[in-house]
């Protein structure tokens, strides 16, 4: 736990549609577990529409923080999208800032149509380190993909998180609290998921 | 298990604002409840709704018709003697006011508990507004929760008040608190058993100025509870020369900003979680000696101008001189003004720095100048766009060409909800008003009824499905009758998608996913008499011609575009896979010039800038395919589900 | 100078000058068509395109078109180039009689089919969906092709669906109106795309106006029941007739002409001046066609109809000739005051170019 009385902020960030909510839901019931006070404010007015989408998920022991972190007070952010990451440390990150970012690019509208240019993830990688203490490169639409189901990136993204040692949550309460948030369905999907992300960020 | 539906009075859990004002009603042992869905509201009576939820605590919810008929129909269980609660969003207000208005003055029986959520910064809005003013205007009495817990006591509470007091409470959200989550602790579940009765003796009249006195009454029994209200506290050093005086989502940003100040010893907050009518006494009490005052709340000054004028009475007297911080004087401000948009810890941090003349750096100087290099040379702005599958992309190209064949100088007439974006890109600007709900057919009344003074091009009016029950019907049958002449285009996607896919009318299932009685839109049409035409807009060339020749029509006709939102669609289904044939794309050659990317638009369709043509974002795409009917070089190619699989 | 879809906007669409020939529509997916109306829907951006210069309403040249389809300028400042002219008819009596008049577009075309010249012929018949609305068709044998006889009066967009039917490949017959021929040959002009050598044929009818589609319909349909037209004539200084399974009903000339589409009003060519072969009625006998046999191509395939008596002839009479030239020069005469009325410094006939020794030929009254 860190600075600014106690309490630890995380951001998720990324784009409509890519499962920021469901990955912010399963950190915060991780917290609870560990006997946390959690707040998870999310900024997805129009979340199905490829807007961008951040999740502030603030953990603090002794009393409920308020919805949203305040400016250069992020300790880690969760990036879906390499070009949403940069957006959000922009505002949120510091010097000592830790990320972890998926670096599969989501075309904004504007890109698609030409009008604007989408520019290289690595500099855009690049100009993030630049920013932040330490940017780890999890491929999690890939890893997902090669489990069968690219929507479960976002559970690979929280398995890195679990993994990171970022968090003052042990991994293994990520994995039991994954029951409570996931239907039985694809739980043993997601569970895979969370796994290679535990284990992609330890390499 | 559901956390909602657990019975273990104590257990901490983890709930977005607006479960946690469903458990409250729940745990106040609510009856009947209904809605209009309108983000950020929605998941209210949705989880209420929920089957399992409405089944283990044997309430009724619906998705009413529109948010007045919602009000009225919670208004008749209350009148039977039930707790039933009514949700809305801002807008939503402003549809029940009429019934409100009297609701308050004739009072009620069982609690009635009206639920608004504003969204401040119009997250998923079209408009901003501060809901709160109603309740002045009303004479009703006001809660403000301000954490997610809050919103579970309060609403409890709120059933309770509703009961004494004799009328309907209301309580105000925001999208900051009903879209947020945070842990709570359950409590007991009231098993209230009532059975309704309407009494010989239930009269429930609002009668003028006879009632308009006794509701005056009931305001003033709601100051004297509120004076006591535990919701209502003050944190802070006695002596303190400057008191916050906040409520809803600004009381823990106020607390985070004098702890990131380092001002906790220094600063007093006074918090207000009953701001109509305001319990003159505990305010007065606690600003005894005090000088500085900041309000910090959302979105108008409401609290600020209401306690300001209720201070006028006593400084000088029993309060010194105190100079006011807030709205009014700029200190609270978002990027866009005072009293505009959301508020956050910042905001909160940069008024009482100023006031306190404490240097207040968020990033370091250079930090921040290197950010904003970053986000001017990095990022692209990412605007809505309707989804990739969604039907109302190809409704709008249907539209667009139309319009283009017809060659008269036709428009479009929209309203609010998904395809409200028709006004913007992914629309192709089409929409060229945006108002509330169902207003697209009522301008069109008017605009259509201008030929006799040789006003000649076509009107065409757009609306949801859902929509179309909800507000469009009086403007259209308004057509019929006062011979209006226009072409309404039904968006049909089967759904509410912008709020959440609730079920509607026309749908055939009822909040609770039980059948219920499907209303058609095209009977309904029908039977007022217009022509109506069905069409799938992703069979593009038909839809066209359809809409083109309804416009040619002497009389006003109906056009329904039916094809349920791609987003339902892909639950249910497994989807076809789309792939562009790099061979036969031609992309900027003299042809398409890339079609299917600048200009269709389909968030699942990229342009691969080093090899010169289009290609699919398989995780994006929902595999409807009308990119592969329109394409004209027939390059993307569609391999059935089906055929996958085998 | 290039120019694109903007331009093909402004100074045609928008101007009313066009012609409906369709084929901007064939070429672009941003420019549709619909009820005869023709629209660009979308800006594809770019400041040059073949839209602009294969439309039969943007500058024209018509000595660098008669060079490349005759070999020559002409010598004939009103009838254009030709090498007979004849009355004809179709010797077949079923194609006759489904024949508008003499039935000779369709008996060559059928000719055309069954020795293989060509493989497909691009026609136009009436929609199956709305009512005396022309549509593009491609037929391929003798029963398509009669499904197409008879004229239609408006202004069809046959040539939409030519792109296409030139990518199967197939050797073609096209059967289109004198500013649908103008268009192919501006595109044969322009283009060197292989396929455009599928193009074997092109028969060219007379045409001195088509009707708009939309003013047409709707007058017509308060008129006849229009689903059960057989045929639409106007026989010389009389009415305009629908004749239908139940009657037939009569539209004074002049209110027909009400709905003529403006372009028409400015087009110069009536008898389909770039066509191998051009056909059109003999304004004596209601049962034969006027042929003006032009090009090489046309002459052998007319010479071989001949001959396999696909179609007989008759001496055209040579008062006929004198009245045919008299009505074919009255309208050229107009339509240059017209245009050189509306023309501009840079454009001085609007979309005409003509040099000055085919303009003087022509004021001259014509003959070589
Ligand atoms: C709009 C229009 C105006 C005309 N005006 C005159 C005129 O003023 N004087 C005159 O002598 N002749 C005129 N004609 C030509 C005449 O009507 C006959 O088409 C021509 O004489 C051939 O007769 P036929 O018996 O050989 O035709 P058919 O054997 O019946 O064949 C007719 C062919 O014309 C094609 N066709 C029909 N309608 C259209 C259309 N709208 N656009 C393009 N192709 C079409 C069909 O595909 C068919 O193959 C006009 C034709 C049209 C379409
Ligand atoms: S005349 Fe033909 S080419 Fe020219 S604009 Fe009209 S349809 Fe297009
Ligand atoms: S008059 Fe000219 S422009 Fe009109 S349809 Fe006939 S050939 Fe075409």
Redesign the pocket.
């Known amino acids: 736990m860190k600075q600014n009385g106690d309490c630890l902020n995380v951001i998720i960030t990324g784009v409509g549609g890519q499962g920021n909510i469901l990955a912010s839901h399963i950190l915060a019931t991780a917290a609870i577990a560990e006997g946390f006070h959690v707040t998870i404010g999310e900024t997805y007015g129009q979340s199905q529409r490829g807007g961008s989408v951040m999740s502030h998920v603030r953990l603090s022991k002794g009393e409920s923080l308020g919805a949203l972190i305040p400016r250069g007070k992020a300790h880690v952010i969760v990036g879906l999208e390499p070009m949403e990451t940069l957006r959000v440390a922009a505002d949120y990150a510091n010097p000592g800032t830790k990320t972890i970012v998926n670096p599969r690019p989501n075309y904004p509208l504007m890109v698609l149509y030409g009008a604007q240019e989408y520019p290289p993830v690595e500099t855009l990688l690049a100009r993030l380190g630049e920013m932040v203490e330490v940017v780890k490169v999890v491929e999690g639409t890939e890893l997902a993909k090669g489990i069968g189901e690219a929507m479960a990136s976002n559970v690979v993204m929280v398995g890195a998180l679990a993994g990171s040692g970022w968090t003052p949550i042990p991994t293994d309460t990520f994995i039991s609290v994954l029951k409570e948030v996931i239907p039985q369905k694809i739980l043993a999907l997601n569970q895979r998921a969370l796994k290679l992300g535990i284990e992609s960020i330890r390499k | 298990m559901l956390s909602i539906l657990l019975d273990e009075p104590g257990k901490r859990v983890l709930m977005m604002g607006n479960e946690a004002i469903a458990r409250g009603a729940i745990e106040a042992g609510m009856k009947f409840c209904a809605a209009y869905p309108g983000s950020p509201s929605s998941e209210i009576i949705g989880t209420l709704a929920r089957p399992d939820v409405a089944e283990n605590f044997g309430h009724h919810a619906e998705w009413s018709t529109n948010e007045v008929v919602a009000l009225e129909a919670a208004a008749g269980a209350s009148f039977g003697g039930l707790r039933a609660l009514c949700a809305m969003k801002q807008n939503g207000i402003n549809v029940a006011s009429d019934f409100l208005m009297s609701v308050v003055m004739s009072g009620c029986k069982g609690g009635l508990v009206l639920v608004v959520a504003d969204d401040p910064g119009a997250h998923c809005s079209n408009n901003e507004m501060d809901s709160r003013a109603y309740a002045r205007l009303l004479d009703a009495p006001l809660l403000e929760p301000a954490t997610i817990e809050e919103s579970k006591e309060m609403t409890r509470w709120a059933f309770e008040l509703s009961e004494e007091l004799e009328m309907p409470c209301m309580i105000r959200s925001v999208t900051r608190i009903s879209h947020a989550r945070g842990d709570l602790s359950l409590g007991p579940i009231n098993r209230l058993q009532r059975t309704p009765r309407f009494e010989a003796y239930d009269r429930f009249l609002s009668l003028g100025t006879v009632t308009h006195s006794v509701l005056h009454g009931k305001l003033e029994k709601a100051r004297d509870i509120f004076e006591k209200s535990q919701f209502n506290q003050y944190v802070g050093p006695s002596g303190a020369e400057l008191v916050i005086i906040t409520c809803g989502t600004g009381w823990l940003f106020s607390r985070e900003a004098l702890r990131t100040l380092g001002l906790e010893d220094k600063v007093g907050i006074l918090k207000l979680a009953t701001t109509w009518p305001l319990p003159n006494r505990f305010i007065v009490d606690h600003l005894k000696g005090v000088k500085q005052v900041l309000f910090v709340e959302e979105i108008d000054p409401f609290m600020e101008q209401n306690v300001k004028s209720l201070l006028a009475d006593y400084i000088g007297s029993e309060l010194e001189v105190i100079k006011f911080f807030g709205k009014g004087s700029g200190h609270v401000r978002s990027r866009f003004g005072p009293a505009l948009g959301e508020i956050d810890p910042d905001i909160v941090i940069r008024a009482v720095a100023e006031i306190k003349g404490v240097d207040y750096q968020a990033q370091t100087p250079e930090y921040a100048e290197r950010a904003s290099t970053l986000l001017s040379e990095y990022t692209a702005s990412r605007d809505l766009a309707f989804c990739a599958g969604c039907p109302h992309r190809a409704s709008y190209w249907v539209m667009k060409n139309a319009l283009a064949l017809d060659g008269r100088g036709g428009f479009v007439l929209g309203d609010i909800g998904c395809y409200g974006m028709g006004a913007g890109r992914s629309g192709y600007f089409i929409n060229r008003t945006l108002h509330c709900m169902g207003s697209g057919a009522g301008v069109a009344c008017g605009l259509g009824n201008l030929a006799k003074f040789e006003f000649d091009q076509p009107v065409v009016a757009v609306m949801g499905d859902s929509t179309f029950f909800h507000a469009a019907l009086p403007a259209l049958i308004n057509a019929r009758y006062n011979g209006a002449k226009f072409t309404s285009v039904v968006l049909d996607n089967s759904a509410t998608a912008m709020t959440g896919f609730q079920p509607h009318p026309g749908i055939g299932l009822n909040a609770m996913g039980n059948p219920a009685t499907q209303v058609l839109i095209e009977d309904v049409c029908k039977g007022l008499g217009f022509h109506v035409e069905i069409r799938d807009p992703f069979k593009v060339d038909e839809a066209v011609e359809a809409l083109h020749d309804l416009m040619q029509r002497e009389e006003s006709s109906v056009l329904i575009l039916r094809h349920t939102c791609g987003l339902v669609e892909s639950r249910k289904k497994k989807k076809d896979r789309i792939s562009v044939n790099a061979e036969k794309c031609l992309g900027d050659e003299c042809g398409c010039a890339r079609f299917c990317t600048r200009v269709f638009g389909c968030p699942a369709l990229i342009w691969n800038e080093k090899e010169k043509h289009a290609s699919v974002d398989e995780v994006v795409c929902t595999g409807c395919g009308v990119c592969a009917y329109l394409c004209p070089q027939s390059a993307i190619e569609v391999e059935k589900a089906e055929e996958l699989q085998r | 100078m290039n120019k694109g879809p903007d331009d093909l906007q402004s100074e045609v669409q928008q101007a009313n000058l066009c012609a409906g020939c369709g084929m901007c529509v064939g070429l672009c997916p941003y420019i549709k068509e619909m009820d005869e109306k023709v629209a660009i829907v979308e800006r594809c951006g770019r400041s040059d395109g073949r839209c602009y210069r294969f439309c039969p309403r943007t500058s024209t040249d018509i000595g660098a078109l008669d060079e490349m389809v005759f070999g020559a300028r002409r010598g004939d400042a009103v009838l254009g180039s030709y090498r007979t002219l004849t009355a004809a008819k179709?010797a077949n009596a079923a194609?006759h009689s489904?024949?508008?008049?003499?039935?000779?577009?369709?008996?060559l075309?059928i000719h055309a089919l069954k020795k293989g010249v060509v493989e497909a012929a691009l026609?136009?018949?009436y929609s199956e969906r709305k009512q005396v609305l022309?549509r593009p068709t491609v037929a391929r044998n003798r029963k398509e092709?009669l499904a197409?006889?008879?004229?239609?009066?408006?202004?069809?967009p046959?040539l939409s669906a030519l792109q296409d039917i030139l990518k199967t490949g197939e050797k073609l017959a096209v059967?289109?109106?004198p500013c649908?021929v103008t268009a192919i040959r501006k595109m044969q002009l322009y283009d060197d795309r292989p396929e455009l050598k599928n193009i074997k044929l092109v028969i060219g009818?007379?045409?001195?106006?088509?009707l708009d589609y939309r003013r047409y319909a709707a007058h017509l349909s308060g008129q006849v029941n229009v689903s059960r037209i057989r045929k639409i004539d106007i026989p010389k200084n009389d009415d305009f007739i629908v004749y239908t399974n139940g009657g037939e009903a009569r539209v004074p000339i002049n209110k027909i002409k009400e709905f003529i589409r403006p372009s028409c009003q400015v087009c110069f060519d009536?008898t389909a001046e770039l066509a191998d072969i051009s056909?059109?009625?003999t304004?004596w006998q209601d049962d034969w066609?006027?042929v003006l046999v032009r090009s090489e191509a046309g002459e052998k395939l007319f010479a071989d109809a001949l001959k396999a008596k696909a179609v007989t002839t008759k001496k055209f009479p040579g008062e006929r000739e004198a009245i045919l030239r008299e009505a074919v020069g009255a309208k050229k005469r107009r339509v240059l005051k017209e245009l050189s009325r509306r023309g501009s410094e840079s454009a001085p006939l609007l979309y005409l170019k003509l040099d000055d020794s085919q303009r003087a030929l022509f004021l001259e009254g014509g003959n070589k």
Not at chain 3, 205 to 210: E, G, P, Q, R, S
């Open positions: 179709a194609t489904a024949g508008q008049y003499g039935g000779v577009v369709s008996a075309i026609l136009t018949r022309p092709v197409c006889s008879g004229s239609k009066y408006t202004a069809a046959t059967v289109g109106r649908q009818l007379f045409c001195l106006w088509a009536v056909i059109g009625s304004e066609n006027t």
